[in-house]
């Protein structure tokens, strides 16, 4: 498959819409109402079973999804925000709020994703933080180093500003 080039054009979800998936073990796409189709710009063939990082912007720190499946593998949902690349080149900011699902014995079976349009104010505060945790994770040679790097840097702004990552989150 082709890379996308992102082209800078934004997409904004409508205000009482609501992305809505759900992915296997591995991440692959189980489930994608048709809100998501709409605007990851993708037919439900190409959706169904292609991993959820098919839509992953480049300007999405990886550090963020490393911290998203630690929070999820623990059996805990999180919070993010998090920009997202249409098969188009555009982009849509989405706040996300993912859940492990669990079987009746506790056991993690899937995940479920809820998307919606987030408000702006926190979107351009959360802006730099992600550009300088790219920017740390670009200055390694290593892919797996830049990740753990940047891991890192965003552990210490949360320690600077003593507060876990979903307070952070929840706070801009």
């Known amino acids: 498959m082709q890379a996308i080039r992102p082209t800078g054009v934004e997409n904004l979800l409508g205000e009482e819409e609501l992305i809505v998936s759900k992915t296997d073990l591995k ?22 079973g292609a991993p959820h990082s098919l839509i992953r912007h480049p300007d999405m720190p990886r550090c963020v999804f490393k911290l998203l499946w630690d929070t999820l593998q623990a059996k805990q949902e999180i919070f993010a925000y998090v ?5 188009d080149g555009s982009h849509y900011w989405v ?6 699902t669990l079987d009746d014995h506790g056991n ?14 926190p979107v351009e505060k959360i802006k730099p933080i992600y550009k300088a945790l790219c920017a740390e994770e670009a200055r390694h040679a290593n892919a797996k180093d830049g990740m753990r790097a ?7 702004l949360l320690k600077q500003n003593g507060v876990g990552y979903d307070e952070f989150v929840l706070s801009l």
């Open 108 to 121: 993690i079976i899937g995940y479920h994703s809820n998307r919606r349009r987030p408000d702006p104010a």
């Open 83 to 87: 920009v997202n690349l249409a098969a």
């Open 150 to 156: 940047s891991f890192e840097m965003m552990v210490g």
């Open 27 to 48: 991440g692959r796409i189980t489930y994608a109402n048709d809100v998501f189709l709409r605007m990851a710009k993708y037919p439900w063939k190409q959706l169904m």
């Open 95 to 100: 706040f996300a709020h993912v859940t492990p």
